[in-house]
Protein backbone atom coordinates (compact mmCIF):
# COMPACT_ATOMS: atom_id res chain seq x y z
CA UNK A 1 0.00 0.00 0.00
CA UNK A 2 1.20 3.46 -1.11
CA UNK A 3 0.12 4.79 2.36
CA UNK A 4 2.47 3.28 4.36
CA UNK A 5 5.41 3.32 2.58
CA UNK A 6 4.59 7.25 2.65
CA UNK A 7 7.61 8.60 4.87
CA UNK A 8 4.64 10.55 6.87
CA UNK A 9 3.05 7.73 7.80
CA UNK A 10 6.37 6.02 8.92
CA UNK A 11 7.54 9.46 11.23
CA UNK A 12 3.92 9.28 12.49
CA UNK A 13 4.09 5.78 13.48
CA UNK A 14 7.47 6.56 14.78
CA UNK A 15 6.73 9.53 16.56
CA UNK A 16 4.23 7.73 18.55
CA UNK A 17 6.03 4.75 19.20
CA UNK A 18 7.90 5.84 22.57
CA UNK A 19 5.03 7.81 24.14
CA UNK A 20 2.69 4.80 22.88
CA UNK A 21 4.40 2.48 26.08
CA UNK A 22 3.04 4.74 28.87
CA UNK A 23 -0.22 4.37 26.77
CA UNK A 24 -0.34 0.11 26.35
CA UNK A 25 0.79 0.53 30.05
CA UNK A 26 -2.40 2.11 30.50
CA UNK A 27 -4.11 -0.22 28.48
CA UNK A 28 -3.03 -3.38 30.26
CA UNK A 29 -4.47 -1.74 33.28
CA UNK A 30 -7.52 -1.10 31.70
CA UNK A 31 -7.98 -4.61 29.95
CA UNK A 32 -7.23 -5.61 33.59
CA UNK A 33 -10.16 -3.33 35.50
CA UNK A 34 -12.96 -5.01 33.00
CA UNK A 35 -12.36 -8.26 33.73
CA UNK A 36 -11.83 -7.43 37.94
CA UNK A 37 -15.05 -5.70 37.72
CA UNK A 38 -16.84 -8.87 36.58
CA UNK A 39 -16.93 -8.76 33.11
CA UNK A 40 -17.19 -11.63 31.27
CA UNK A 41 -14.14 -12.62 28.75
CA UNK A 42 -16.26 -11.69 25.56
CA UNK A 43 -18.03 -9.04 26.56
CA UNK A 44 -14.38 -6.97 27.86
CA UNK A 45 -12.84 -8.22 24.11
CA UNK A 46 -16.22 -6.84 22.77
CA UNK A 47 -15.64 -3.22 24.48
CA UNK A 48 -11.89 -2.49 23.72
CA UNK A 49 -12.25 -3.50 20.19
CA UNK A 50 -15.32 -1.16 19.95
CA UNK A 51 -15.39 1.54 22.47
CA UNK A 52 -11.57 2.04 22.37
CA UNK A 53 -11.93 5.37 24.51
CA UNK A 54 -9.98 4.03 28.20
CA UNK A 55 -10.85 6.72 30.19
CA UNK A 56 -14.86 6.27 29.64
CA UNK A 57 -14.54 2.49 29.81
CA UNK A 58 -13.35 3.13 33.38
CA UNK A 59 -15.65 5.42 34.01
CA UNK A 60 -18.54 3.13 32.75
CA UNK A 61 -17.55 -0.10 34.26
CA UNK A 62 -18.59 0.45 37.66
CA UNK A 63 -22.26 2.02 36.37
CA UNK A 64 -22.17 -1.32 34.04
CA UNK A 65 -21.68 -3.73 36.89
CA UNK A 66 -23.97 -1.71 39.02
CA UNK A 67 -26.97 -2.09 36.55
CA UNK A 68 -27.21 1.66 35.78
CA UNK A 69 -29.70 2.84 33.46
CA UNK A 70 -28.54 3.25 29.87
CA UNK A 71 -29.09 6.35 29.11
CA UNK A 72 -27.25 7.55 32.78
CA UNK A 73 -23.99 5.44 31.42
CA UNK A 74 -24.03 6.90 28.06
CA UNK A 75 -24.47 10.77 29.30
CA UNK A 76 -21.41 10.00 31.53
CA UNK A 77 -19.08 8.50 29.03
CA UNK A 78 -20.52 11.11 27.06
CA UNK A 79 -19.13 13.87 29.44
CA UNK A 80 -15.86 12.16 30.16
CA UNK A 81 -15.17 12.04 26.27
CA UNK A 82 -16.52 15.99 25.85
CA UNK A 83 -12.59 16.89 25.34
CA UNK A 84 -12.95 14.79 22.11
CA UNK A 85 -15.67 17.38 20.91
CA UNK A 86 -13.21 20.19 21.35
CA UNK A 87 -10.17 18.21 19.32
CA UNK A 88 -13.03 17.56 16.85
CA UNK A 89 -13.46 21.65 15.83
CA UNK A 90 -9.80 21.70 15.79
CA UNK A 91 -9.91 18.15 13.20
CA UNK A 92 -12.17 20.07 11.37
CA UNK A 93 -9.53 22.69 10.28
CA UNK A 94 -7.24 20.06 8.70
CA UNK A 95 -9.69 17.50 7.60
CA UNK A 96 -12.88 19.50 6.53
CA UNK A 97 -12.00 19.41 2.56
CA UNK A 98 -12.65 15.07 3.22
CA UNK A 99 -15.58 13.48 2.24
CA UNK A 100 -18.09 13.27 5.60
CA UNK A 101 -16.93 9.24 5.48
CA UNK A 102 -13.50 9.27 5.54
CA UNK A 103 -14.10 12.45 8.59
CA UNK A 104 -15.90 10.29 10.69
CA UNK A 105 -13.94 7.36 9.93
CA UNK A 106 -10.53 9.41 10.83
CA UNK A 107 -12.64 11.12 13.86
CA UNK A 108 -13.38 7.59 15.28
CA UNK A 109 -9.16 6.83 15.84
CA UNK A 110 -8.63 10.54 16.63
CA UNK A 111 -7.10 9.49 20.40
CA UNK A 112 -5.09 12.28 22.80
CA UNK A 113 -2.45 11.01 21.53
CA UNK A 114 -2.37 11.17 18.51
CA UNK A 115 -4.26 14.51 18.63
CA UNK A 116 -1.70 16.44 20.28
CA UNK A 117 1.55 14.45 18.43
CA UNK A 118 -0.27 15.85 15.05
CA UNK A 119 -0.88 19.29 16.54
CA UNK A 120 2.66 19.38 17.59
CA UNK A 121 3.78 18.47 14.05
CA UNK A 122 1.28 20.55 12.39
CA UNK A 123 1.14 24.05 14.43
CA UNK A 124 -0.92 25.99 11.42
CA UNK A 125 -4.43 24.46 10.99
CA UNK A 126 -3.40 24.52 7.08
CA UNK A 127 -4.48 21.61 5.11
CA UNK A 128 -1.20 19.64 3.04
CA UNK A 129 -1.08 16.76 1.76
CA UNK A 130 1.47 15.17 4.30
CA UNK A 131 -1.75 15.10 7.00
CA UNK A 132 -3.48 12.53 6.10
CA UNK A 133 -0.33 9.63 5.76
CA UNK A 134 1.30 11.37 9.35
CA UNK A 135 -2.45 11.06 11.21
CA UNK A 136 -2.44 6.77 10.17
CA UNK A 137 0.56 6.03 11.16
CA UNK A 138 0.27 7.73 14.40
CA UNK A 139 -3.49 6.48 15.20
CA UNK A 140 -2.33 2.75 13.51
CA UNK A 141 0.19 2.64 15.75
CA UNK A 142 -1.83 4.14 19.24
CA UNK A 143 -4.72 1.36 18.22
CA UNK A 144 -2.41 -1.84 17.69
CA UNK A 145 -0.18 -0.67 21.17
CA UNK A 146 -3.72 0.22 22.87
CA UNK A 147 -5.75 -2.72 21.57
CA UNK A 148 -2.37 -5.48 22.28
CA UNK A 149 -1.87 -4.59 25.76
CA UNK A 150 -5.66 -4.15 26.45
CA UNK A 151 -5.92 -7.70 25.30
CA UNK A 152 -3.32 -8.92 26.90
CA UNK A 153 -4.57 -7.49 30.03
CA UNK A 154 -7.96 -9.31 30.06
CA UNK A 155 -5.95 -12.47 29.53
CA UNK A 156 -3.50 -12.13 32.18
CA UNK A 157 -5.95 -9.62 34.84
CA UNK A 158 -5.67 -12.59 37.53
CA UNK A 159 -1.65 -12.43 37.45
CA UNK A 160 -1.94 -8.48 37.77
CA UNK A 161 -1.85 -6.42 40.91
CA UNK A 162 -3.60 -3.57 41.12
CA UNK A 163 -1.86 -2.10 43.55
CA UNK A 164 1.14 -1.69 41.45
CA UNK A 165 -0.58 1.19 39.98
CA UNK A 166 1.14 0.42 36.57
CA UNK A 167 -1.82 2.76 34.96
CA UNK A 168 0.58 5.35 36.01
CA UNK A 169 3.35 5.20 33.50
CA UNK A 170 0.42 6.55 30.77
CA UNK A 171 0.21 9.55 33.04
CA UNK A 172 4.18 9.61 32.86
CA UNK A 173 3.96 9.20 29.17
CA UNK A 174 1.32 12.24 28.77
CA UNK A 175 3.67 14.22 31.58
CA UNK A 176 7.04 13.77 28.90
CA UNK A 177 4.56 14.93 26.02
CA UNK A 178 3.78 18.08 28.16
CA UNK A 179 7.02 18.44 28.52
CA UNK A 180 7.62 18.63 24.79
CA UNK A 181 4.70 21.22 24.15
CA UNK A 182 6.19 23.53 26.83
CA UNK A 183 7.53 26.29 24.34
CA UNK A 184 6.99 29.82 25.57
CA UNK A 185 6.10 31.33 28.90
CA UNK A 186 2.18 31.64 27.22
CA UNK A 187 1.81 28.01 26.97
CA UNK A 188 3.57 27.29 30.73
CA UNK A 189 1.35 29.78 32.12
CA UNK A 190 -2.04 28.48 30.28
CA UNK A 191 -0.85 24.63 31.07
CA UNK A 192 -0.59 26.32 35.13
CA UNK A 193 -3.62 27.66 34.93
CA UNK A 194 -5.50 24.08 33.36
CA UNK A 195 -3.76 22.18 35.83
CA UNK A 196 -4.88 23.94 38.63
CA UNK A 197 -8.37 24.64 37.71
CA UNK A 198 -8.48 20.15 36.84
CA UNK A 199 -7.65 19.55 40.59
CA UNK A 200 -9.25 22.67 42.07
CA UNK A 201 -12.69 21.43 40.31
CA UNK A 202 -12.45 17.42 40.68
CA UNK A 203 -15.20 17.35 43.11
CA UNK A 204 -17.72 18.34 39.71
CA UNK A 205 -19.90 15.01 38.59
CA UNK A 206 -18.77 13.27 35.33
CA UNK A 207 -15.27 14.32 35.08
CA UNK A 208 -16.11 17.92 34.21
CA UNK A 209 -13.40 19.19 35.81
CA UNK A 210 -11.42 18.45 32.62
CA UNK A 211 -13.39 20.36 30.36
CA UNK A 212 -13.67 23.42 32.64
CA UNK A 213 -9.89 23.04 32.86
CA UNK A 214 -8.85 22.59 29.16
CA UNK A 215 -11.75 25.85 28.69
CA UNK A 216 -10.00 27.56 31.43
CA UNK A 217 -6.39 26.85 30.06
CA UNK A 218 -7.40 27.96 26.71
CA UNK A 219 -8.80 31.08 27.88
CA UNK A 220 -5.75 31.56 29.87
CA UNK A 221 -3.90 31.51 26.73
CA UNK A 222 -6.44 33.74 24.75
CA UNK A 223 -6.12 36.47 27.33
CA UNK A 224 -2.30 36.70 27.35
CA UNK A 225 -2.93 36.91 23.65
CA UNK A 226 -4.52 39.50 23.70
CA UNK A 227 -2.12 41.34 26.21
CA UNK A 228 1.22 41.12 24.64
CA UNK A 229 -0.30 40.63 20.73
CA UNK A 230 3.14 42.63 20.16
CA UNK A 231 5.88 40.14 21.73
CA UNK A 232 7.94 38.19 20.07
CA UNK A 233 6.46 35.63 17.16
CA UNK A 234 4.60 32.84 18.03
CA UNK A 235 5.94 29.79 17.42
CA UNK A 236 3.49 27.40 19.80
CA UNK B 1 -25.90 -7.79 35.07
CA UNK B 2 -27.67 -9.84 32.17
CA UNK B 3 -25.46 -10.27 28.96
CA UNK B 4 -27.85 -8.60 26.54
CA UNK B 5 -27.75 -5.40 28.76
CA UNK B 6 -24.43 -5.29 29.04
CA UNK B 7 -23.62 -5.99 25.10
CA UNK B 8 -26.45 -2.82 24.69
CA UNK B 9 -24.08 -0.80 27.13
CA UNK B 10 -21.12 -1.77 24.86
CA UNK B 11 -22.59 -0.79 21.75
CA UNK B 12 -23.86 2.34 22.75
CA UNK B 13 -20.49 3.39 24.10
CA UNK B 14 -19.10 2.96 21.12
CA UNK B 15 -21.45 5.16 19.69
CA UNK B 16 -20.56 7.38 22.27
CA UNK B 17 -17.03 7.54 20.99
CA UNK B 18 -17.45 7.58 17.54
CA UNK B 19 -19.96 10.96 18.14
CA UNK B 20 -18.00 12.70 20.40
CA UNK B 21 -14.77 12.12 18.25
CA UNK B 22 -16.59 13.21 15.33
CA UNK B 23 -19.03 15.75 16.67
CA UNK B 24 -17.37 18.94 14.43
CA UNK B 25 -17.06 16.33 11.46
CA UNK B 26 -20.40 15.57 10.72
CA UNK B 27 -22.12 18.25 9.58
CA UNK B 28 -21.60 19.25 5.75
CA UNK B 29 -21.67 22.49 6.08
CA UNK B 30 -18.56 24.51 6.66
CA UNK B 31 -17.88 25.26 10.20
CA UNK B 32 -17.95 28.92 11.06
CA UNK B 33 -15.65 29.04 14.07
CA UNK B 34 -14.78 32.95 15.53
CA UNK B 35 -11.22 33.84 15.23
CA UNK B 36 -11.05 34.12 18.53
CA UNK B 37 -11.93 30.58 18.81
CA UNK B 38 -9.88 29.33 16.27
CA UNK B 39 -6.79 31.22 18.03
CA UNK B 40 -7.88 29.30 21.79
CA UNK B 41 -7.27 26.31 19.88
CA UNK B 42 -3.79 26.35 19.93
CA UNK B 43 -4.05 26.36 23.43
CA UNK B 44 -6.27 22.92 23.77
CA UNK B 45 -3.95 20.14 23.31
CA UNK B 46 -1.58 21.32 25.94
CA UNK B 47 -4.64 22.42 28.75
CA UNK B 48 -6.03 19.00 27.56
CA UNK B 49 -2.90 16.93 28.49
CA UNK B 50 -2.27 18.94 31.64
CA UNK B 51 -6.13 18.34 32.10
CA UNK B 52 -5.88 15.08 32.31
CA UNK B 53 -3.10 14.09 34.62
CA UNK B 54 -2.69 16.61 36.72
CA UNK B 55 -5.28 15.16 39.32
CA UNK B 56 -3.82 11.63 38.54
CA UNK B 57 -0.75 13.13 40.23
CA UNK B 58 -1.21 15.26 42.98
CA UNK B 59 -4.84 13.85 44.18
CA UNK B 60 -5.61 10.38 46.43
CA UNK B 61 -9.41 9.74 46.48
CA UNK B 62 -10.18 13.89 46.11
CA UNK B 63 -7.77 15.21 48.02
CA UNK B 64 -4.51 16.70 47.47
CA UNK B 65 -1.73 13.62 48.62
CA UNK B 66 -1.02 14.31 52.68
CA UNK B 67 2.67 12.08 52.77
CA UNK B 68 5.89 12.04 51.27
CA UNK B 69 5.31 7.81 51.23
CA UNK B 70 3.68 8.35 47.91
CA UNK B 71 5.47 6.69 44.97
CA UNK B 72 4.18 9.13 42.80
CA UNK B 73 6.23 12.04 43.91
CA UNK B 74 9.50 10.83 42.88
CA UNK B 75 8.33 8.72 39.98
CA UNK B 76 7.13 12.10 38.88
CA UNK B 77 10.68 13.92 39.98
CA UNK B 78 12.85 11.84 38.14
CA UNK B 79 10.97 11.41 35.04
CA UNK B 80 10.72 14.93 34.75
CA UNK B 81 14.75 15.45 35.93
CA UNK B 82 15.05 12.81 32.50
CA UNK B 83 12.97 15.02 30.47
CA UNK B 84 14.70 18.30 31.04
CA UNK B 85 17.66 16.40 30.72
CA UNK B 86 17.43 14.32 27.94
CA UNK B 87 14.80 15.68 26.26
CA UNK B 88 13.39 11.93 25.71
CA UNK B 89 9.60 10.80 26.10
CA UNK B 90 10.60 7.32 26.23
CA UNK B 91 13.49 7.55 29.13
CA UNK B 92 10.25 9.73 31.11
CA UNK B 93 8.61 6.80 31.02
CA UNK B 94 10.78 3.97 31.54
CA UNK B 95 12.73 5.97 34.34
CA UNK B 96 9.87 7.11 36.43
CA UNK B 97 7.71 3.58 36.10
CA UNK B 98 11.23 2.17 37.25
CA UNK B 99 11.36 4.72 40.16
CA UNK B 100 7.60 3.87 41.00
CA UNK B 101 7.72 0.29 40.76
CA UNK B 102 10.94 0.17 43.16
CA UNK B 103 8.59 1.70 45.79
CA UNK B 104 5.60 0.33 45.17
CA UNK B 105 7.55 -3.27 45.23
CA UNK B 106 9.95 -2.62 47.53
CA UNK B 107 8.59 0.11 50.11
CA UNK B 108 4.90 -0.50 49.84
CA UNK B 109 4.64 2.94 48.58
Redesign the interface.
Known amino acids: MSLIRNPEFRRGFSDT???S??IA?WGLVTGVAMVKS???LS?SV??TL????G???LA?LPL??A?AP?WV??AT??CV?????????????Y??HLP?AE??L???F?V?LS??LF??RF?D?VPQPEQLPYFWGSAAWNWLSWQGASLLGVLIADYVPT????G??G????????????SDKK?WI??????????AA??LPLKL???T??????????LL?RSFRDAAPER? | MPAWYATLAIVGLATVTAVTRGFFLFSERELELPAWAVQGLRYAPIAALVAVISPEIVLTDGALIATWQDARIYAVLVGTLYFWWRRGILGTIVTGTAVLLALKIGLGW
Open positions: VAPLGAGLSLLMLVYASAQAIVGLLWAFNLRFVIYSAHWRRFGRRLLGYADYVARPPEWNLFAVLALLGLTYSLLSAAGVAAFVAVFANIVAILAGVAAGLDV
